[in-house]
């Protein structure tokens, strides 16, 4: 009998040996399929050139290569040349500019595809020896449930694996109390540069900082308080100097941001991820009894109310909670390290996208069929265009009426653009006599103005197919009707 107790308890414990080992592979597994599977599989052409503010990014990347310099005015509409304009993403654009040179948009997608798999691996390697297997697995889902719909080529995911390691770093110092080391500043450097978010930063440094003084010990206050001056410093090397640091500012205090989407408000519509993603969150968190320090806390909760009040913010809120709460979830950390090795699938996968061809799919962002059937005495003319069409028309060297600048158009200029859109003929008649306007490039989804343009009886449409129309104006004699335009 003893030892026939001995047996089924060698066999009760392997059975519970068998589950613990998959329990521990299931992180892994888990990190190499969002990490290679995100950017090359989710993260399709069909997705990641969907937006036709790329093209633009890509052009200002171009044009600062051939010209040695950062713009400070308007060089590509017609209706804003020469307008002042700062242009606070020039670091990224370069990137993007750069690859589409060396490789069209495979050179592009590769690019996206590094900074999606550098994010992910920033954050399994934080997590993996501070979690159990079960949280890191549910929190690399959560980050990727909410960053897909964000997978897109254009400098805010360059900034994603900067967000997640400027975190991780003030976090692993607060442990002991002391800030990172001054070199750490250099990453802002990077950032101010790359993105417009770069004031989240010091948000975040304020926070974790707040936390180490309290918790160990306020003698540390003058060597954080250094940092923070460092930090702060940091932010002064931007290109575009002082109107770079406001920009952000300018920015998010237009009116006529509600109308574009990315700062639409957070709705179970839109996002149902991103709320599916925060109720589970949240459930972990009230189910394990977590405590976030005070300073945490209110940085998150911060980072969720812009995430509900703008679409654009989901993203850097996902990734800084997931640096921040789930090593405060969990009393059982991974018994083993990580291992770089998980990484090396991710070099034959960048060089194969580097090396296959990309074609975005047709679409507002990449309408290549309604630019094609331009006629070529047409393009050097003034058009009234969807505002989506702006930048593939910049890349092509067609000057729009707008583009996804809408920073540098100004409110006024945006919303009579919106009126335009809705079909409004008074603010369209007023348009074509002010800037000449001899053709119109405008989408399916501006069907009121398309009707009431060609039903005037002065326009008549010469290209047509599932994206949009091309119209132009009705000749007089040999010439059109404002030849001198």
């Known amino acids: 009998m003893p030892q026939e107790r001995e047996g089924n308890l060698e066999n009760s414990e392997e059975s519970r040996s068998e589950p613990l080992t998959m329990r521990r592979l299931l992180p892994d597994v888990l990190f190499i399929a969002l990490a290679l599977g995100l950017p090359f599989g989710i993260g399709t052409t069909s997705q990641m050139f969907r937006d036709g503010d790329v093209s633009w990014h890509v052009a200002t990347g171009q044009w600062i290569l051939r010209h040695g310099q950062i713009p400070t005015t308007d060089p590509f509409s017609f209706t804003a040349l020469g307008h002042p304009w700062v242009a606070m993403e020039w670091l990224a654009e370069i990137i993007f500019g750069s690859a589409f040179l060396l490789d069209g948009y495979a050179g592009i997608a590769t690019v996206v595809a590094l900074a999606v798999v550098v994010l992910f691996a920033t954050l399994y390697f934080h997590l993996a020896g501070r979690v159990s297997p079960l949280v890191l697995a549910v929190t690399l889902l959560l980050v990727a449930l909410v960053i897909a719909p964000f997978v897109l080529a254009r400098p805010h995911v360059l900034v994603w694996p900067l967000l997640a390691g400027w975190t991780i770093l003030l976090l692993q110092a607060s442990e002991t109390g002391r800030p990172p080391s001054l070199w750490a500043v250099l990453l802002l450097v990077v950032w101010n540069n790359l993105h417009g978010s770069f004031l989240l930063a010091l948000l975040i440094e304020a926070a974790i900082a707040f936390d180490a003084l309290t918790c160990v010990k306020w003698s540390t206050i003058r060597p954080w308080l250094v940092f923070g001056l460092a930090s702060v410093g940091a932010l002064l090397f931007n290109a575009n100097g002082i109107a770079g640091l406001r920009q952000p500012f300018e920015l998010t205090s237009l009116a006529i941001l509600p109308s574009v989407a990315e700062w639409h408000a957070s709705t179970t519509n839109s996002t149902p991820e991103f709320f599916a993603a925060a109720i589970i969150g949240i459930g972990m968190l009230l189910y394990a009894g977590v405590r976030v320090p005070a300073g945490r806390l209110l940085l998150v909760l911060a980072l969720l109310a812009m995430a509900f009040l703008h679409v654009r913010h989901q993203s850097f809120f996902i990734i800084v909670a997931a640096c921040i709460l789930p090593p405060l979830a969990t009393s059982r950390p991974a018994s083993t390290s990580p291992s770089a090795w998980l990484l090396v699938g991710a070099l034959p996968l960048l060089l194969f996208s580097a090396f296959s061809p990309v074609l975005p799919p047709e679409g507002e962002g ?57 079909g409004d003929m008074d603010a369209f008649n007023a348009a074509v006599q002010r800037y000449g306007i001899q053709w119109t490039m405008l989408s399916h989804s501006q069907g009121n103005l398309i009707r009431n343009v060609e039903a005037s009886g002065q326009w008549h449409r010469v290209y047509a197919d599932d994206i949009g129309v091309i119209d132009v104006r009705r000749r007089r004699g040999n010439g059109l009707d404002d030849p001198s335009h």
């Open 366 to 422: 990449n309408p290549r069929r309604l630019i094609a059937a331009i006629p070529a005495e047409l393009r050097n003319r003034p058009v009234l265009n969807e505002y989506s069409f702006g930048g593939p028309l910049i890349l092509v060297g067609v000057r729009p009426y707008v583009d996804g600048r809408a920073d540098m158009y100004g409110d006024a200029f945006v919303a009579n653009y919106f009126k335009i859109a809705d």
